[in-house]
């Protein structure tokens, strides 16, 4: 299956903001019974090892703690979270990851937390919330990313969100993208 383009990028200006923003934007399922509940979290395990064999694709080793730690916890919001060095994480790895977003897991996301070192968790860069045709990141890791280390896609204006409706550095928007 074809991965679909970027159509959206926003970037928030603050950790705030993104926490915000990642809130708003989780698609929380209520389970009508413990059976609901059960296959939401085989569905996640599944994607689960997909980002697994991803990442182990990518780096072409079995053993992937020195690139991306991917975490067990879990919660009924459509997200799965991974932690990844610097070092690890490039174009070849956010593609894959984005390609995994189609078809069964085309309403999930992946929150990539980008660290200098994450197995210490020691300096954070900034997250990521990637679905197949979106991204929300936060300022930090936006410039380090588009700082000649990833590719922009083409045609995509990204949109900056700010809860702080006097900072007038750039213009602000709301996720409608209407001036705030």
């Known amino acids: 299956m074809d991965i679909p383009s970027i159509e959206d990028i926003v970037v928030a200006d603050k950790d705030a903001d ?7 934007s989780a698609l929380i399922t209520v389970f009508l019974t413990a059976r609901d509940s059960d296959r939401l979290w085989a569905k996640s395990d599944r994607l689960r090892q997909q980002i697994e064999d991803a990442c182990r694709g990518v780096f072409g080793v079995q053993d992937m703690e020195p690139h991306v730690y991917i975490s ?6 459509h997200t799965r979270h991974i932690e990844v060095s610097a070092e690890s994480f490039q174009q ?3 593609e894959a990851l984005r390609a995994l977003l189609v078809a069964e897991f085309g309403e ?3 929150q990539v937390v ?3 070192d994450p197995m210490a968790g020691t300096t954070m860069i900034g997250s990521v919330l990637i679905w197949s045709d979106k ?7 936006y410039d380090w990313m588009y700082d000649g280390r990833f590719e922009l896609p083409p045609g995509v204006e990204p949109r900056f ?3 702080e409706r006097d900072d007038l550095e750039s213009p602000r928007y709301n996720l409608m993208n209407d001036p705030v």
């Open 18 to 24: 993104f926490d915000k923003l990642l809130r708003r």
């Open 72 to 77: 067990d916890n879990w919660w009924p919001d």
């Open 92 to 94: 070849p790895l956010f």
């Open 108 to 110: 999930w996301r992946i």
């Open 114 to 116: 980008v660290y200098r």
């Open 135 to 141: 991204l929300i990141i936060d300022r930090a890791l």
């Open 161 to 163: 969100f700010s809860l």
